[in-house]
């Protein structure tokens, strides 16, 4: 059975082999550097957002709580049936924002600092799906209905850098999709199958940088 990190999904669209050797091999990307400090603003962020009504904090967000995390969650044993197989995977992952909503469901958001593009939206809305499947259907604890999922997005005011932080959220909401996830997982569960890796996206820089490695010996 695999075991899925909800933050290696967005490797299957940038390279397809570094995606294998993540979750196959256990063999991950080096981390990318923070040169701006955007860990350090978001958590910042983050943590003034504590037990704020999100009415307060966006327009069009779902009315409830924001419960900033990261929460941690994992998903109990998935079947994906294939034409000729079954494969069977669990997802983990931490949830950026718990939206508590009005009501008795819930709500997931990945809190980013700038505006996310089209490519970044679409990679967010795999992660969050696959945290949405792992709350409501968890290997232990209390199961939870999600009811929205979207992107928070803290984009900066930049007359205000000298001063400290300041700008303004905005909310994408995410439209739910369950089977963009079962294709997606159906997919990317044939290639972990195979014995070796696929080949990688031309000119994928990690890819360069483990081959020259293994030419050099460094």
Partial sequence: MWQFAADDLALWDQCRRCFYLAVAADFPRPAEPDRLGAALVRGQLLTGLRGTRTEKIADAMPAGLIDPGPHAVRSAPLAVQLPDSVYRCAIRGDVDALLTLDGATCGLADIVVG????????????????????????????????????????EPDDAGAAAGVTGSWRWTPIPRDDGSLFGFLAEALSVLAQQAPPGGTALCRWCVYRDAGRRTGY
């Fill in 115 to 154: 505006a996310p593009g089209e490519a970044a939206l679409a990679a967010h809305a795999r992660r969050l799906h696959a945290c949405a499947h792992a709350v409501e259907t968890p290997a232990s604890g209390e199961r939870k209905n999600v009811r929205a999922l979207g992107v928070l997005a803290f």
